[in-house]
């Protein structure tokens, strides 16, 4: 929770900083911001090859079917929850839309430099490396491959959690001063401020439907079964990250009745490819920032269902850190949407502001998951 006072802070700075700074200072915090919007652009492709490749490679030590049944429905109910927002959000969002409040880039002070970092890699052609390796490896068990590939994750891991991270503050800071200079905040601020409500009313929405289709299948209460994983979403709010509350939602998804060895088996794997909520968010998100903007149109559905398909693949590579999930996405926004610098640091800001929801609803609906499992397993 505190890198969301964090980003606050960042966010209040720079509006005051874009209202009464001189350009000089706000040249200096959009000079930082363009820096590090490069290198988070360099970062996404490795972040795509390492965690992918690691976590296919090591889907294969266990049982195929039971791997094949777990993550085919995690994958479903990710693909589900992303259409069921981007249709709330089509419906909604234009409405909020102000005449004269769109996001802008913000071309009215430059930047004092310019570095591109181009990435070594596209986002595609990283997706596809990483499945490619990481299903081989599996296969043929190749274990300085799998090595390699674990121990990139982890550098990269790292590289998230002691540098993204803990800059995204300042990061956050120049976008909103940049918005501010250009006398666009305001507008942006008040619509966010809604969408973020209406992204978790969502997650409660997609909750109650999972329970309600897991109780039908399962032949149980949905009431009783969302109620014993109360511990389990409370605590990934607390928490934001999916695997730090892997303990807490194990205990819940037992006290619902599940077989011992599916939960065991079932509760890590969903933690790691199953997120519902963070999908709901990034696709309700991206609706609004492309409703905002001068610069995009409202996307149609023919236009969202790739994006929602490949954000489905893409989870499997979020890293088990808070805001890993809009980190992987990323990659998908920018090659698939079109998104640039400002949309970018728009929906960081945004993501982050509401992760605790997210990830509790990631966690919460994996509950679902494995009494449906624990349904058909043998």
């Not at 930082?32 to 090859?49: D, N, R, W």
């Not at 205990?251 to 599916?262: H, R, Y």
Request: proline share 4%; aromatic share 8%; hydrophobic share 60%.
């Amino acid at each position: 929770m505190k890198l969301i006072f964090k980003l606050i802070i960042g966010i209040i700075v720079g509006i005051i900083l874009g209202l009464i700074a001189p350009d000089l200072t706000i040249r200096f915090l959009i000079t930082l911001k363009v820096l590090f919007g490069s290198f988070i652009g360099f970062i996404i492709p490795f972040i795509i090859l390492f965690f992918i490749a690691s976590g296919v490679a090591g889907l294969g030590k266990s049982s195929g079917r039971l791997v094949g049944m777990t993550v085919g429905t995690a994958y479903i109910s990710t693909i589900l929850a992303g259409l069921l927002a981007f249709i709330i959000a089509s419906i909604i969002v234009p409405l909020l839309a102000p005449e004269s409040g769109n996001v802008t880039e913000g071309t009215v002070i430059e930047p004092f430099l310019i570095l591109e970092l181009a990435p070594m890699m596209g986002v595609v052609t990283a997706l596809v490396t990483a499945f490619v390796f990481g299903i081989g490896i599996a296969k043929t068990e190749g274990e300085w491959l799998k090595k390699f590939f674990d121990e990139g994750k982890t550098i990269i891991e790292l590289v998230i959690a002691k540098i993204i991270i803990p800059f995204l503050p300042v990061y956050i800071a120049g976008i909103f001063a940049e918005l501010a200079a250009s006398g666009e905040v305001f507008g942006t601020l008040k619509v966010f401020g809604v969408v973020l409500i209406l992204a978790i009313v969502t997650h409660w929405v997609w909750l109650t439907i999972q329970y309600v289709v897991a109780g039908i299948v399962a032949k149980k209460n949905p009431l009783i079964l969302l109620k014993n994983m109360l511990p389990a979403y409370f605590t990934g709010i607390g928490t934001m990250s999916s695997a730090a509350t892997i303990p807490v939602t194990l205990k819940s998804v037992k006290n619902n009745k599940v077989k011992e060895e599916i939960a065991n088996f079932g509760v890590p794997l969903c933690a790691t490819i199953h997120l519902s909520g963070s999908v709901i968010t990034i696709v309700m998100c991206a609706v609004a920032v492309m409703v905002l903007s001068p610069d995009f149109m409202q996307p149609n559905f023919a236009q969202i269902l790739p994006v929602v398909f490949m954000l489905g693949l893409i989870m499997v590579a979020a890293p088990g850190v808070p805001g890993g999930a809009i980190m992987a996405a990323l990659g998908v926004l920018t090659s698939m949407l079109g998104f640039n610098e400002a949309a970018i640091g728009l929906m960081i800001a945004l993501y982050m502001a509401q992760d605790s929801f997210g990830t509790a609803t990631n966690v919460t609906g994996d509950g679902a998951i494995n009494v449906l499992i624990d349904r058909w397993a043998k």
